[in-house]
């Protein structure tokens, strides 16, 4: 397609993605009093400064400081809940827009691709809510023994968005690696070469991503990372011998063809 064409395609696919958040974020909105009580369960569940909880006298409660932070909390909950619940759609857009550059064979990884997309961005989000409480320890023990930690709930959420989105999109760099060879542009040969930076990267990218200095969390990040690349690696070695395979079974007929036409020419030349 012309350039402007690529450009409509992607608005278009766009529109549906961002159209069916919005739809997860009327679900959230419906479903806010369960969803907030989750999202704060690591928050409350740690001590600072000797309180524990965050409910009750001596406890340490979110705190608002505006007017209108209720209601941005309200809406960064739904926000929450709704990309969760509308992955499949906006992954099934994405794909949308890279599958037409592929072969019709490879075109049928499509329901593949989002069946393992929305489980890995899941699984993502599972471990990032095991690392929560630990980061949030950790951060918080850096309060000066004099001051009073009071956080607020914008601050809270922040922190659980950024952790939900490193983590969820760090578990979708094995099917990255899928697409990218599915199209052509990765290799096994490519891989195999670069395993040990790749492995390396990883580890470099869990330390830095978590803010727990324990070894626990990064290790929480990076040892599933590494064990999905590792499957990824697998699935790209095999694809890798399926193409070889037709390639040369393509080429093979073109030879008889060829050979099956030059006998018809030499057929015709005698006669």
């Not at 079974?249 to 036409?261: F, K, Q, V």
Request: hydrophobic residues 55%; charged residues 15%; contains cysteine.
């Amino acid at each position: 397609m012309p350039l402007m064409e690529h450009i409509r395609e992607f608005r278009n696919r766009l529109i549906k993605a961002v159209l069916g958040i919005i739809l997860g974020m009327v679900i959230g909105w419906l479903a806010y009093k369960p969803a907030f009580n989750f999202i704060i369960g690591p928050f409350c569940r740690i001590t600072i400064q000797g309180t524990t909880g965050c409910y009750g006298p001596d406890s340490h409660p979110l705190v608002v400081t505006g007017v209108f932070d209720p209601f941005f909390v309200k809406l960064k909950v739904a926000f929450v809940v709704g990309l969760i619940v509308s992955s499949p759609i906006w992954f099934y857009q994405m794909w949308a827009f890279i599958a037409p550059g592929l072969y019709r064979r490879e075109k049928r990884w499509t329901f593949a691709f989002v069946g393992a997309a929305v489980p890995l961005f899941a699984l993502g989000g599972v471990f990032a809510y095991l690392a929560l409480s630990r980061g949030l320890r950790f951060l918080l023990s850096l309060t000066p023994p004099d001051v009073r930690a009071l956080i607020t709930i914008d601050t809270y959420f922040g922190y659980v968005m950024a952790m939900l989105f490193i983590f969820g999109l760090a578990f979708e760099l094995p099917l990255v690696l899928v697409i990218l060879n599915l199209a052509g542009v990765v290799s096994h040969q490519f891989i195999r070469k670069h395993r040990r930076v790749m492995i390396f990267l990883v580890f470099v990218f869990a330390g830095a991503a978590t803010p727990s200095p324990d070894p626990f969390s990064m290790l929480l990040l990076a040892i599933p990372c590494v064990v999905l690349v590792e499957l990824a690696e697998l699935f790209v070695w095999l694809n890798d011998r399926r193409r070889a395979r037709r390639d040369a079974a393509l080429l093979a007929r073109e030879g008889l063809s060829e050979m099956s036409g030059d006998d018809t020419i030499d057929a015709d030349y005698r006669g």
